[in-house]
């Protein structure tokens, strides 16, 4: 884990109230994983007092480039969305524990909802490098929620999409795309999103017998494993409320309790 002061090489707008987020970044790059997120002191003021962790989308590891894509939702993604090229901010990581991608020649299958799909670019990158083939099913409210997938359309990868209002692909939800992943060859899963999809992608990994790992948005405070504000529940005796931050944001399917 590192601290460094990040300059920031491009932030470009992408739709009403989301933004990719380029920093220079070359300590926290070198060590990051695929499902890891880091931790931005986005302001000096009072307010938000509280760092704020967002997911590595991707990055550039030769250029020391870190890639973030986050929505605006409150006063820390508002204040961040603010910062000009050549601006600095503290970033803390990379934290937590990534995806498992040691898998190869397969086919693999990538869900994401909202900003959930934040953490499958770098995952998608490195398991079509490992020689996978790459399915991704991507979900969001509207047509808005889905416009960071050019890396996804460049590299050709097998892309199903689903909005809520019907303005991209499928109207309804992901799950719509799910009911024939391992008829489809799939063998495994990874997903990130709200917990009610969470919900639904792991049914339908023990119905359909796929390994699967989700990765959970809980909300955290200090982020490394400190203050037990991101607890969940587990179905391991020895870690029955492990913490997002530290044991996470990735698990396997099976050992979380997503039931509240
Ligand atoms: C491991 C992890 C990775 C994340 N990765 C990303 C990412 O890549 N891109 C991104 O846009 N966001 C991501 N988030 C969510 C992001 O951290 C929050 O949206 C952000 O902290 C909100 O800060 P704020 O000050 O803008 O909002 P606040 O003013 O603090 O809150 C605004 C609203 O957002 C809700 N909120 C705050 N945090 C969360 C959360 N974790 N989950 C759901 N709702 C929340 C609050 O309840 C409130 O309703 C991630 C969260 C975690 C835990
Ligand atoms: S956020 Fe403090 S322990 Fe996880």
């Not at 590595?56 to 030769?62: A, C, G």
């Not at 993604?77 to 050549?86: A, F, I, K, R």
């Not at 119905?207 to 405070?221: F, G, H, R, T």
């Amino acid at each position: 884990m590192d601290l460094e002061w990040a300059e920031v090489v491009a932030h470009r707008q992408i739709a009403s109230q989301e933004f990719i987020l380029t920093l220079f970044a070359p300590k926290i790059v070198a060590s990051a994983q695929a499902g890891q997120f880091v931790s931005l002191q986005i302001s000096q003021q009072i307010q938000p007092l509280l760092r704020r962790p967002i997911s590595i989308h991707d990055v550039e590891e030769d250029k020391g480039l870190l890639i973030l894509y986050y929505h605006v939702v409150g006063v820390g993604t508002d204040l961040l969305s603010q910062y000009q090229v050549g601006e600095k901010l503290s970033v803390l990581g990379p934290l937590g524990h990534g995806f498992d991608l040691d898998i190869t020649d397969s086919k693999v299958c990538l869900i994401g909802g909202g900003i959930g799909q934040a953490p499958l670019r770098m995952a998608a990158r490195q398991l079509k490098e490992k020689n996978n083939q790459v399915m991704l099913i991507m979900g969001a409210r509207n047509q808005d929620g889905l416009q960071a997938l050019d890396y996804y359309h460049r590299e050709q990868l097998e892309l199903y999409l689903a909005t809520e209002d019907g303005s991209l692909g499928t109207k309804g939800f992901v799950t719509e795309h799910m009911n024939d992943l391992a008829q489809l060859g799939v063998k495994r899963i990874y997903a990130c999103g709200p917990k009610p999809m969470l919900r639904a992608v792991k049914a339908t990994a023990l119905a359909q017998n796929i390994p699967c790992q989700v990765s959970l948005e809980e909300k955290m405070a200090c982020g490394v494993g400190v203050c037990l504000g991101c607890t969940c529940k587990s179905s391991d005796e020895n870690t029955p409320y492990p913490k997002v931050c530290t044991h996470g944001p990735v698990f396997w399917a099976q050992e979380v309790n997503l039931d509240d």
